[in-house]
């Protein structure tokens, strides 16, 4: 199995909401990252997980907030968010560094996020 | 910071067609990866590359990592209409910050039937 997937696919919210990202893999991957992506732009990293624990937080604002459960999910919490965080919000996963030689990151569908 | 210089920007091309795209980079990258993005659709991972002067091939997809370890290139022989999307490079070194790939601005292919 070499998936990553996300869920919802789509997602519309209020600036008053709070809502939640999902991704899951079955790889034994034991790092994981959230990407966001704007429309022609290449993706941006936010944080990294690796073994379960935060090791990257990309200087994200405090209205991301970020969660990882166990070795196979990782949450991204929104809340108060602003219309300009609307994007494709993507997850990724890969080997941890140790196996640095052999670490390539295999996304997910992402999300579609839209702010109102 | 690193900054990797992917070009062209975009390119229009007739089916069967074969075409190549590169990326350099102003500091020596460890690994390169080529995907391909389907609007609305998360990246796929192409091909990977981790040594200089390695070429790969993945189908009608061959990318090769240059021997300065500063850029890679990749080419799509006899191109098909599902070949159109945006690829992007991206490279990773082994230092620091280890976990994070540089990626291109992407090129966006057009195939014409």
């Known amino acids: 199995d070499t998936e990553v997937t996300q869920t919802p696919k789509h997602l519309v919210m209020g600036m008053t909401n709070k809502k939640s990202l999902k991704c899951e893999q079955h790889m034994g991957h034991r790092a994981m990252y959230w990407y966001k992506q704007k429309a022609k732009k290449p993706p941006e990293l936010m944080f990294v997980?690796?073994?379960?624990?935060?090791?990257i937080n990309e200087s994200v604002p405090s209205r991301f907030s970020p969660e990882c459960p166990n070795s196979s999910l990782l949450n991204l919490h929104l809340h108060a968010l602003q219309p300009e965080d609307s994007a494709l919000y993507l997850c990724?996963?890969?080997?941890?560094?140790?196996?640095?030689?052999?670490?390539?990151?295999?996304f997910g569908p992402g999300t579609r996020l839209t702010v109102l | 910071g690193q900054q990797l210089n992917q070009s062209p920007q975009s390119m229009f091309i007739q089916e069967g067609e074969d075409v190549s795209m590169n990326c350099t980079s102003s500091?020596?990258?460890?690994?390169w990866l080529w995907y391909k993005q389907d609007p609305g659709e998360g990246p796929v991972l192409l091909i990977a590359?981790?040594?200089?002067?390695e070429l790969t091939s993945n189908g009608r997809l061959t990318a090769q990592f240059g021997i300065t370890r500063k850029d890679s290139f990749l080419n799509i022989s006899a191109s098909i209409p599902s070949d159109v999307g945006i690829y992007f490079c991206a490279g990773r070194n082994s230092g620091a910050g280890s976990y994070q790939l540089t990626f291109g601005k992407g090129t966006k292919l057009s195939v014409i039937p």
């Open positions: 997980y690796s073994y379960e624990k935060l090791s």
């Open positions: 590359l981790y040594k200089a002067g």
């Open positions: 990724a996963s890969s080997q941890p560094r140790r196996y640095s030689s052999y670490n390539e990151q295999f």
């Open positions: 500091s020596i990258f460890n690994t």
